[in-house]
């Protein structure tokens, strides 16, 4: 099957720093990737859908300048979180979407704001 | 507004036996469902989708029910394994769009 990784899988950043996290389509190009966040025993929640070489469409209530989606490339799309805080902390989780239909996951990145 | 429901948060079966995990959904322009399978700390794992012009999908072990009239979808994983035990989700996307609406997970657990 279609593979996503991301980088890193975990980080730990003190509050008011930024942190990049990476998405990477390794075996297809994916013209859409979206990025989701998990919190303890919930559900995934759509934070924006990532559109190579176009701006990101972000959900409801998501911060697009806290959130800042870029989608360089048909393999790559990152999340940068800006001036980070401890109520960011969660997972984050990346998907693209394979042109045969389907939507992979990647592996998450365990984000912990101090 | 939680549009896909996932109403059992955990289910326990043994192993061999069938386990049936329920999903619902409110929105009427849903049209396409998907499972996943999800372990602590990883991205979710797709096991198995179906459109709604169908009402029954299967493979393998996993068969997907949809009964449109109800809103209401269902995976029956038969037999059941240790290895399946994990949180399941249902998500569910509308017509023209790739977006996907996630339930809030069932977590299985398949003892021998």
């Known amino acids: 099957g279609a593979v996503v990784s991301q980088h890193p899988s975990w980080v730990i950043c003190k509050s008011g720093t930024s942190v990049k996290i990476e998405c990477r389509s390794l075996?297809?190009?994916?013209?859409?990737m979206f990025w989701y966040r998990q919190f303890p025993k919930q559900s995934l929640m759509l934070m924006a859908t990532?559109?190579?070489?176009?701006?990101?469409?972000?959900e409801q209530g998501v911060e697009k300048d806290k959130f800042l989606i870029n989608h360089a490339s048909l393999t790559l799309s990152t999340l940068t979180v800006t001036s980070a805080h401890p109520e960011d902390s969660s997972f984050y989780i990346c998907s693209a979407r394979d042109p045969r239909v389907e939507q992979y996951f990647g592996p998450g990145t365990r984000l912990t704001v101090t | 507004d939680q549009q896909v429901k996932q109403n059992s948060p955990s289910l326990s079966v043994q192993e061999g036996r069938i386990s049936i995990l329920n999903c619902d959904y409110t929105?009427?322009?849903?049209?396409?469902f998907l499972w996943y399978k999800k372990y602590p700390a990883e991205g979710p794992t797709f096991l198995i989708s179906i459109s709604s012009i169908k009402d029954k999908n299967e493979d393998g072990r996993f068969t997907v029910f949809l009964n449109k009239s109800a809103k209401h979808l269902s995976l029956h994983i038969v037999p059941s394994q240790p290895g399946d035990s994990a949180v399941y989700f249902c998500a569910a996307s509308g017509r023209n769009t790739d977006k996907l609406i996630f339930g809030t997970g069932t977590r299985l657990q398949v003892f021998p």
């Open positions: 990532s559109n190579e070489g176009s701006k990101a469409t972000y």
């Open positions: 929105n009427s322009m849903f049209d396409y």
């Open positions: 075996d297809f190009q994916a013209t859409t």
